[in-house]
């Protein structure tokens, strides 16, 4: 492990760790049958388990409780807020003199906080926040008294205020910044101390909270490291930082030095799901305090909680039972949110107010927007636009599409769709999708209105392309190709003249021992008539294939490149573009890359739209190329996940943004908007009344129902090219 002392302040002495295991705490699945992220021990008169629920059909979150007069462990359910498939829902403590669960929902990106005792929403909270979000952790400042709350998603974190009386709540943006990652997990120190990692990450991030809306300084506290979750424990004397990951718990002090670690056990084949959870409080099922978190096991997943009774000692901390997140820290706490300022900014000591996003002036009494709506819209609140029909995006400046069809749900996790050209019949033209989960793992075959004709069984089939003209013995076929993540391999299946699907000679080719796919494409040489298939994994190494097959029609392959993609980052979506011999790389964290498609080309990549740029957001995920039917024109389309949004360039290089749209409700056909979009798939060919210019196919992450909650299987929206670019482009097309 490597610790850099440039870090932190307080990191100047340090050495590598070494951790003995003194501590054992023993495990009780205390509230099972779901799938979840994070819990969260609520501090109550009787505590309180709460815990999110991240399955699609069920999606919200839930809370537990068990009573205080008996000794047992296992919670039951008290209540079940379905407020759509999410992995944030956490406790703040007396806001307005309440407490409160803040949650937010990924079908919807709409913030609310819910009473803990009533269960009910409060009035005023409601807040949308656009984005992919993964943690979330509460603050509150010694100083002040007041309540912050600390969202992380991609490359990025949004702090809010968190205020309220007994008759609502407000939940009000102070900033926006970026980090070096994508969090998912997170802990805080009383002193605003906030540290953080991706998941299953390596390196730990540290950043000090603030009542100020100046970005904080980011640091490496360490690296090397195995993390899969963290939290805090709050002695009288020290705050400790726990580091969860196997089946342990390793602890350190607040200089960061190891004070030992703690094996967990009483759950088979455990496999930690989130971040720890603390109790500090007396209870009779929990003498000492307790753990939770969320967990897979052998035999179910859910919240497992462990008492720390012996364990505190065994690792040399003084036990604090008497901690209560209600308690304010400061004697007189003085808020630097004043009259001075409206209640919407801070005083700073020259008198001047620091306004909160969304206000301005100089009592930050003006409400403003983000580029003022783009000019589509009037600003209804701080940083809320009300935008006119036709637009949308927390600015305004999203061309808002509506679906005219979605494919039937079918599998658990879908991700990339591809689309099929009837040879004579355009109309007869099929959507071929991916489920790269267990549940329904394989391809989708839908017709253009979106129902399910075929369900092929393939081993979690990725991304999705399709190879038209193969020479095959004597004949030539039309393939479906994929990267399988199930065996590790390349999967190839044919299209028959109707579209349907069917096993080949050859179709499952191997890769490399250790190699795990991630992404693919195609590519057809226009110089040789080759046929190439290209596979990336999670180091963004790139596997260019040569497909061909013998001559009694068995499919082969033969490696003729590698090189690695981007800068190095999580890479998955490709394109090619065969008539200019490019293939375009999707880097999930930093954005679009050109390089050169044939075997023997160079291996340097043209990186030509980075994320943040043109409103990119991380994850690059899904890349489809619409041509022009008679020259270089034509365009590229990316989806971002964290914005649930689609951002469209041109073909011909420099690569210029055009555009950005996404899928909007549309309600008269009861389809709904599009969330965390994965893949895309476009094509210019006129296919029929419905889609006389064109199609394009977007995933859909989470689809919501009408009667409420949503879908536990994946769907994708079918929408008219002509819809996302417009008549004029569309016609300039030429098909």
């Given at each position: 492990?490597?610790?850099?002392?440039?870090?932190?302040?307080?990191?100047a002495?340090?050495l590598?760790?070494t951790?003995?295991q003194?501590?054992?705490i023993?495990l009780?699945?205390?509230?099972?049958g779901f799938?979840?992220?994070?819990?969260?021990?609520?501090?109550?008169?009787?505590p309180?388990?709460?815990a999110?629920d991240?399955?699609a059909?069920?999606?919200?979150?839930?809370?537990?409780s068990?009573?205080?007069?008996t000794?047992?462990?296992?919670?039951?359910e008290?209540?079940h807020?379905?407020s759509?498939?999410t992995?944030?829902a956490?406790?703040?403590?007396?806001v307005?003199?309440r407490d409160?669960?803040?949650?937010?929902p990924?079908?919807?990106?709409v913030?609310r906080?819910?009473?803990?005792?009533?269960g009910?929403?409060?009035?005023?909270s409601?807040k949308?926040?656009?984005g992919?979000?993964?943690?979330?952790r509460?603050?509150?400042?010694q100083?002040?008294?007041?309540?912050?709350?600390f969202?992380?998603?991609?490359?990025?974190?949004?702090?809010?205020l968190?205020?309220?009386?007994?008759?609502?709540?407000?939940?009000?943006?102070?900033?926006?910044?970026?980090i070096?990652i994508e969090g998912e997990?997170a802990?805080?120190?009383p002193?605003?101390?906030v540290?953080?990692s991706?998941?299953?990450?390596?390196?730990l991030?540290?950043f000090?909270?603030?009542?100020?809306?100046t970005?904080?300084?980011?640091?490496?506290?360490?690296?090397?490291?195995?993390?899969e979750g963290?939290?805090?424990?709050?002695?009288?004397?020290?705050?400790?930082?726990?580091i969860?990951?196997?089946?342990?718990?390793?602890?350190?002090?607040a200089?960061?030095?190891p004070?030992?670690?703690?094996?967990?056990?009483?759950?088979?084949?455990?496999s930690?799901?989130g971040d720890?959870s603390?109790?500090?409080?007396?209870s009779?099922?929990y003498?000492s305090?307790a753990?939770a978190?969320?967990?897979?096991?052998?035999?179910?997943?859910?919240i497992?909680?462990?008492s720390?009774e012996?364990?505190?000692?065994?690792?040399?901390?003084?036990a604090?039972?008497?901690?209560?997140?209600?308690?304010?820290?400061?004697?007189?706490?003085?808020?630097?949110i004043?009259d001075?300022c409206?209640?919407?900014g801070?005083?700073?000591?020259?008198?001047?107010?620091s306004?909160?996003?969304?206000?301005?002036?100089?009592d930050?009494s003006?409400?403003?927007?983000?580029?003022?709506c783009s000019?589509?819209?009037s600003?209804?609140?701080?940083?809320?636009c009300?935008?006119?029909a036709?637009?949308?995006?927390?600015?305004?400046s999203?061309?808002?599409v509506?679906?005219?069809y979605?494919?039937?749900a079918n599998?658990g996790?879908?991700?990339?769709?591809?689309?099929w050209?009837?040879?004579?019949?355009p109309?007869?033209s099929?959507?071929?999708?991916?489920?790269?989960?267990?549940?329904?793992e394989?391809f989708?075959?839908?017709d253009?209105?979106g129902?399910?004709?075929?369900h092929?069984?393939?081993q979690?089939p990725?991304?999705v392309?399709i190879?038209?003209?193969l020479?095959?013995?004597?004949?030539?076929?039309d393939?479906?190709y994929?990267?399988?993540?199930g065996?590790?391999t390349?999967?190839l299946?044919?299209v028959?003249?109707d579209g349907s699907?069917k096993n080949?000679?050859?179709?499952?080719?191997?890769?490399?021992?250790?190699?795990?796919?991630?992404?693919?494409?195609?590519y057809?040489?226009?110089?040789?008539?080759?046929?190439?298939?290209?596979?990336?994994?999670k180091?963004?190494?790139?596997?260019?294939?040569?497909?061909?097959?013998t001559a009694?029609?068995?499919?082969q392959t033969?490696?003729?490149r590698?090189?690695?993609g981007?800068?190095?980052?999580?890479?998955?979506?490709?394109?090619a573009?065969?008539?200019?011999?490019?293939i375009?790389?999707g880097e999930?964290?930093s954005g679009?890359w050109?390089y050169e498609?044939?075997?023997d080309?160079s291996?340097e990549?043209?990186?030509?739209?980075k994320?943040?740029?043109?409103?990119?957001h991380a994850?690059v995920?899904?890349?489809?190329?619409?041509?022009?039917k008679?020259?270089?024109?034509g365009?590229i389309?990316?989806s971002?996940?964290?914005?649930?949004?689609?951002?469209?360039y041109?073909r011909?290089?420099p690569?210029?943004?055009?555009?950005?749209?996404?899928i909007?409700?549309n309600?008269?056909k009861?389809?709904?908007?599009v969330?965390?979009?994965?893949?895309?798939a476009?094509?210019?060919?006129?296919?029929?009344?419905?889609f006389?210019?064109?199609?394009?196919v977007?995933h859909?992450d989470?689809?919501?129902?009408?009667?409420?909650?949503?879908?536990?299987?994946?769907s994708?929206?079918?929408?008219?090219?002509?819809?996302?670019?417009?008549?004029e482009?569309?016609?300039?097309?030429?098909y």
């Open positions: 492990m490597k610790i850099f002392a440039r870090s932190l302040p307080w990191a002495a340090l590598p760790a951790f003995a003194n501590a054992t023993t009780t699945p205390a509230a099972t799938d979840s992220d994070n819990a969260a021990l609520i501090y109550a008169s009787s309180i388990l709460l999110n991240g399955s059909a069920d999606g919200g979150f839930r809370t537990f068990t009573s205080n007069s000794n047992s462990t296992i919670f039951t008290r209540s807020e379905r759509g498939r992995k944030i956490i406790p703040v403590y007396d307005g003199g409160v669960i803040f949650n937010i990924s079908p919807n990106s913030i906080a819910y009473d803990v005792a009533t009910s929403e409060i009035a005023g409601q949308y926040q656009l992919d979000w993964s943690v979330a509460n603050w509150r400042s100083t002040s008294g007041e309540n912050y709350v969202l992380f998603g991609k490359k990025m974190v949004v702090q809010f968190v205020r309220g009386s007994s008759d609502d709540a407000q939940i009000l943006e102070v900033q926006t910044f970026s070096p997990t802990a805080v120190f002193n605003g101390q540290f953080f991706g998941g299953e990450g390596d390196t991030y540290s000090q909270a603030a009542e100020s809306t970005a904080p300084e980011v640091r490496t506290v360490g690296e090397d490291l195995k993390i963290l939290g805090a424990y709050h002695s009288n004397s020290s705050d400790y930082l726990l969860a990951h196997d089946d342990m718990i390793d602890v350190y002090d200089s960061f030095s004070k030992g670690s703690a094996s967990l056990e009483g759950i088979a084949d455990l930690i799901g720890v603390v109790l500090q409080s007396v009779a099922n003498p305090g753990i978190f969320a967990f897979e096991g052998e035999d179910d997943t859910g497992a909680t462990g720390l012996s364990t505190l000692t065994s690792l040399g901390i003084q604090n039972i008497n901690f209560d997140p209600h308690t304010k820290l400061c004697g007189y706490c003085v808020s630097p004043s001075a409206s209640n919407n801070f005083s700073l000591v020259n008198s001047t107010c306004c909160l996003a969304g206000f301005a002036g100089a930050c003006q409400i403003t927007c983000q580029n003022d000019g589509h819209g600003c209804d609140g701080p940083n809320v009300k935008c006119e036709g637009w949308a995006g927390p600015d305004c999203f061309v808002a509506k679906a005219k979605e494919t039937e599998g996790d879908g991700d990339d769709p591809a689309i050209i009837h040879a004579t019949k109309d007869q099929r959507i071929i999708t991916t489920t790269k989960s267990q549940g329904g394989g989708g075959v839908f253009l209105e129902k399910l004709l075929q092929f069984i393939a979690e990725n991304n392309d190879i038209y003209g020479p095959v013995g004597n004949h030539s076929v393939l479906a994929a990267a399988c993540r065996d590790n390349l999967c299946v044919e028959t003249s699907l080949i000679t050859g179709g499952t080719q191997t890769l490399p021992e250790d190699y795990e796919p991630y992404g693919s494409c195609t057809l040489s226009p110089k040789t008539k080759k046929q190439y298939l290209f596979v990336n994994n180091k963004a190494e790139y596997l260019q294939y040569e497909l061909s097959a009694n029609g068995t499919l033969s490696l003729v590698n090189f690695t981007g800068s190095g980052g999580q890479v998955e979506g490709c394109v573009d065969e008539a200019a011999g490019y375009f790389l999930e964290p679009i050109r498609a044939e075997p080309a291996n990549g043209f990186q030509f739209a994320v943040g740029d043109d409103g990119l994850d995920e899904g890349l489809t190329l619409v041509t022009a008679n020259d270089t024109g365009f389309m990316v971002s996940q964290g914005i649930s949004a689609y951002l469209v041109e011909a290089p690569h210029k943004y055009v555009t950005t749209f996404t909007v409700d309600e008269e009861g389809i709904d908007h969330t965390n979009t994965d893949g895309l476009a094509v210019a060919n006129k296919l029929n009344a419905d006389p210019y064109g199609l394009v977007t859909d989470a689809n919501e129902l009408a009667e409420g909650g949503t879908s536990a299987e994946a994708f929206k079918l929408t008219s090219l002509v819809d996302v670019l417009g008549e482009r569309a016609k300039a097309l030429g």
